[in-house]
């Protein structure tokens, strides 16, 4: 007998009641994102290497998975990248030159500009495709998985950054997550890293300062001693990152701290413009300042946006923000947009942790029929038909087993409703529906069971 | 600037047309197959190569895409098979342990061998996931595309095969594609083979027999005679594949034909039940008995099935079959079943050929509200987002720019309505609704808008 086969680590299948759950997430993050305007586009799973490499830092460039140029892939191989046991790191350009994508983002970066002069700006997509990256595997980091990006590119609106806290406060909302939706402004860490005298410190200061509710202020103040930034300017530091009050009141400090640097000012001014806006739409979530939010700061020019779940402890669940050169590296300078990315594996968790899940999203077949023989069958298979063109999903058990075998069938697949056509019913042209949560049976004709069912 | 960036031969992006249109046949087949109570599962795109290699012919093994070890994946390869320019077919085993699904069959065999302690006999699943093969492309082949597959193990009744024909013309009788279902049966293939006295060259006869409507009947005599069948059997056979009639006056001659095999009778007699059962159920399509059709002979042994468009040449559009071993190769003998594949990129061709495409299936946006500066964008926000409320699809022009802008946005992504709130209808708390299909502008209240877009 062959080896028990497997699949390769960081991998995973999923089965049905896995997909009921996971459909109930995409599905809702797919409706809210066409809800709000935005239109679906997908990439291929593998890119050109010349797309991808340099789009990650060195790091990323290593995980990236790399597919085997097909044919005889060695041959005008330069024969010294072989010798002495081979230079992995400078044959592998010249066997293999696509690879899988690492996200949606660079693959997005590459569409707007290939297809730059068939789109309509403002630019709206969203996209909900697998990613994959070697990473080691350990709990809850995957080889594989789902990211789910909304973007609009060619706007410089602050509307924009509106409507996105709206559809994250609309997806969770859906999904009965209670979130607390955390928002910065690359433009204030800009003005604070001015403020104290080290502008060009940007970078220390805020990797320094996203770890304050981790390790600490002090353990902070230690670091940012150790990065150089002189004591007196750790000083000017420590009350802006420490206040505390309202949002309101926080802003109105920031104000105050950040009077002399017009960048920061006008951090603070967009800060609030989007609250204030995004709240008098309404929101559920509750909106909070927090100025030691940073994420991908290379990245971000503008809005920065974290959400964080208050029920479970798990980290950012979706988080996003505003960026100024999208495209500048296929040759596209200049594209600014604003973006958000969910996290499937993420929510996914939360909403197994709460058990969330509505029960309607999650029954697959709602009837199966039972099988007595030949006789009862066709007609369980007439009234079967009548129940699927009513929309009703149902199956009927395929041979005549043991009544025993097939009622535990129903169970395991945990089907509500089974619907028995013995001789009985079948002289009277009736079935037996039994609801199996209660045990209740009841003899009915096709149409009043197909009202049963559906009620 | 950077030399414009491009994706892999063979690979396709999709924009949100094309992707409104793909949704639009893959909903369908999906809702049809939970209709029928199939549950959905999902595989990593990437398997082990130990799972992949021999299963699909040695052309097969050529066509996968390998993906390259992460790291130092030279290391420990043997020497010799760097020596003299490299050993590329003994090399890759060494550097690639794992590669992308080939197809969906091989996957769900691994599947099911893996997961079997916990899957309820019969398993029904469906699965709808790209596959990808290193293919030559070509117009319609192409390197990633998706498949759309059903299968039940697990059972032998052939109320598997009649739900599955059951199942067929209704997806596309929902998508009002008009179809032939072809059907025929290996054990009336393997009839033949014998009642002609060439049982060993079931093969031989079933590939020549397969080309009758491409070739014409002497080409197939010919080609016959040189793959080794003697002029005699070709005479018997002759009369047999080139029946005519109705389906029931075929199986009546091929009964006649065939009195002798008892392996052919059983076909006969499995296409009877088959035909009838599924007939007396009530279908849109046409089943045709297709002597002729052999569909991967050396997989299938009971039911074939093959499915047309009446409307448009483009070959097969479905297919499928019984097979007794699916999991042999695993370890695991005896797993009979049933199943079906939807091609998606031939439908799709189909339905652009026929224009079939719903127009509520392929909006997107159904409103989008212009914006005139601060004052009125708010309050389009507000009515904007009552109307997401309300279920409809909106999107508002982030900047004010000009009119004509805005409205050519509107014209050109499709969108149906256009919501006009300048400052008279700021005074009047309503919005002027264009219907740009019409040209007709209504002043409206939002709930009276509301209704308008939804009716």
Known sequence: MAQKPSIPKGTRDFGPIEMARRNYIFDTIRSVFRLFGYAPIETPSMENLSTLMGKYGDEGDKLLFKILNSGDYLRGVDPTLLADGGDALHLTPKIAEKGLRYDLTVPFARFVVQHRNELQMPFKRFQIQPVWRADRPQKGRYREFYQCDA???GSDSLINEIELLQLIDEVFRRLSVRIIIKLNNRKVLSGIAEIIGQPEKITDITVA????DKIGLDAVKAELLERGIPAESIERLSPIITMTGSTEQRLESLAQALAQSP???????ELREVINATEALGLVAGLELDVSLARGLNYYTGTIIEVKSRDVEIGSITGGGRYDNLTGVFGMPGLSGVGISFGADRIYDVLNALDLYP???TTG???MFTNFGATEAAASMKMLKQMRDAGIRGEIYPDSAKMKK????????????VAIVGENELAQGKLMLKNMATGEQQLLSV?????AIKA
Do not use: C, F, H, N
């Not at 300062?209 to 304050?212: E, S, Y």
């Not at 960048?263 to 001014?269: D, F, H, P, R």
């Open 151 to 153: 973007d609009v590119v």
């Open 209 to 212: 300062i996203d770890k304050i």
């Open 263 to 269: 960048t920061g000012m006008k951090g603070i001014e």
């Open 359 to 361: 029960k309607e999203a």
């Open 365 to 367: 077949t709602q009837v």
């Open 406 to 417: 097939q009622m535990s069938r129903a169970d395991a697949l945990a089907i509500p409703y």
């Open 447 to 451: 149409s009043e069971a197909i009202d």
